[in-house]
């Protein structure tokens, strides 16, 4: 009797690692089912909780505008990635150091947790070979910079979902007699785009010409891109 032998699959290195790390999150998120979709925050101060209950504790809380991955929606809650922002903690012994601020995973699905104990809430997993920069070491316990493997819970009615990503170049100035949230206008050779800049000292960006990625919101009264990366262009 013939047996056939399952497929092999092999992945080769990636020499771009933003590249390597974008397509891994791709795969993980395509195996587990979720479908990643990005939201912005419409209130400022929101809470990010450990669960979808107004009872579980806040892991942190949001900025408005700012935007956000969902992966899960769960009747009136939005499952989200957690932004760069929050830390996670692991017990040292399941963690080696590489180097004076990274560290690798040294045990399969290892917890993620928000506080260094034992007995508390795991918001995220790291498997075997992962590597984290920690932001500090002490009491048998490391703080992670774990995005993008933590997630906090959000009531969707917090949440506004946004369109397609842009990437676009022109000349940026400051909006005038606008009555939305864009607070600046990119013009291009062909046409003009509203924007919402949050950058601290945007006014060296003022009249320059950049190149700006983000993402297009339908805010109050108009459409708008917020910015998440700005570059100067040559």
């Known amino acids: 009797m013939n047996s056939k032998k399952a497929p092999l699959i092999r992945f080769w290195p990636w020499p771009n690692s933003g590249l390597t790390a974008i397509f891994l999150l791709f795969l993980l998120f ?11 925050v419409k209130k400022k101060n929101i809470n990010v909780r450990v669960d979808a209950t107004v009872a579980s504790p806040v892991l942190g809380t949001l900025n408005k505008g700012e935007i956000v991955s969902v992966v899960e929606e769960k009747f009136d809650w939005s499952k ?20 004076d601020n990274k560290v690798e995973v040294i045990v399969s699905d290892l917890n993620l947790r928000n506080a260094p104990s034992l007995y508390s809430y795991t918001i995220g997993k790291a498997d075997k070979g992962n590597v984290f920069f920690y932001r500090s070491e002490g ?49 291009t050779n062909v046409t003009e785009y509203l924007v919402s800049l ?13 190149r700006i990625e983000g993402v297009q919101v ?15 262009v040559k």
Do not use: H
């Open 30 to 40: 395509s195996f587990k089912g979720y479908c990643v979709e990005n939201a912005q």
């Open 139 to 187: 009491n048998g316990w490391f703080e992670l910079r774990a995005y993008p493997y933590i997630y906090g819970w959000v009531n969707k009615n917090f949440l506004t979902k946004v369109e397609k990503p842009v990437s676009v170049e022109g000349i940026i100035s400051p909006a005038q007699n606008y009555t939305c949230e864009a607070n600046c206008v990119l013009k």
């Open 80 to 99: 989200i990635i957690l932004p760069k922002r929050f830390s996670a903690y692991a017990a040292s012994q399941f963690l080696k150091k590489i180097d």
């Open 218 to 232: 339908k805010g109050s009264g108009c459409t708008y891109i917020y910015v998440e990366k700005l570059v100067f």
């Open 198 to 210: 949050l950058y601290k000292g945007k006014t060296k960006f003022m009249n320059k010409k950049v």
